[in-house]
């Protein structure tokens, strides 16, 4: 099947630095990617959905210019974490698609997130 | 709005033991409906779908049933093993719109030998 990666799988950073997780999609062009947050014992929220060559749509109460989403080509999507805070540290899941908007989704492994 | 609710876990079966998981759901129009797996230290893997009322989804022995008249989803299994043991979720996906998924909480699975 289809594989999505993400990279790092986990990073430890001091608060305030800013953070890059990488989500590939490695055997298909993806139109179309979503980023997730997971809380622990908790499910999946979606943050953002971001297409090919334009400006990624947030969800309601979801900080743009904390959370900065870059898909600048049909197989990579980045989400940079700006001035980290404690509070930032999660469990963050890409998606992809690539069959647009409503092509079968597959995901990445996840990047966990630690912010001393 | 559309909201997907599951049993709360952990679930904790004995080896061979038959497994249901609840899941309702609220949504307007048609979603489709979707089990989602995620074993430990991995990322989801898509379990099963359905698209359409009384559409039954079904893999690795696992089944669903998209119940339009009970708003459900249930996941069963007859005799589960020990390598079931995941996170399993519930999720459905409006057919109208960008495609997000919207996600249950989440059921822990622990099968012990």
């Known amino acids: 099947g289809a594989v999505v990666s993400q990279h790092p799988s986990w990073v430890i950073c001091k608060s305030g630095t800013s953070v890059k997780i990488e989500c590939r999609s490695l055997d298909f062009q993806a139109t179309t990617m979503f980023w997730y947050r997971q809380f622990p014992k908790q499910s999946l929220m979606l943050m953002a959905t971001?297409?090919?060559?334009?400006?990624?749509?947030?969800e309601q109460g979801v900080e743009k210019d904390k959370f900065l989403i870059n898909h600048a080509s049909l197989t990579l999507s980045t989400l940079t974490v700006t001035s980290a805070h404690p509070e930032d540290s999660s469990f963050y899941i890409c998606?992809?698609?690539?069959?647009?908007?409503?092509?079968?989704?597959?995901f990445g492994e996840g990047s966990r997130l630690t912010v001393l | 709005g559309n909201s997907v609710t599951q049993m709360e876990g952990p679930v904790t079966l004995s080896e061979e033991a038959f497994l249901t998981i609840n899941c309702t759901y609220t949504?307007?129009?048609?979603?489709?409906l979707f089990w989602y797996v995620q074993y430990p230290g991995e990322g989801l893997q898509l379990l099963l779908k359905?698209?359409?009322?009384?559409d039954k989804g079904s893999n690795k022995g696992f089944e669903a049933t998209y119940r339009k008249e009970t708003t459900s989803f249930h996941l069963e299994k007859g005799s589960v093993q020990v390598s079931d043991s995941a996170v399993y979720f519930c999720a459905l996906r409006r057919s109208s719109n960008t495609g997000k998924l919207i996600f249950g909480q989440g059921t822990t699975l622990q099968v012990k030998p």
């Open positions: 998606s992809a698609s690539g069959q647009g908007a409503t092509g079968e989704l597959f």
């Open positions: 949504a307007t129009g048609y979603p489709s």
């Open positions: 971001s297409n090919e060559g334009s400006k990624a749509t947030y």
């Open positions: 359905a698209t359409k009322a009384d």
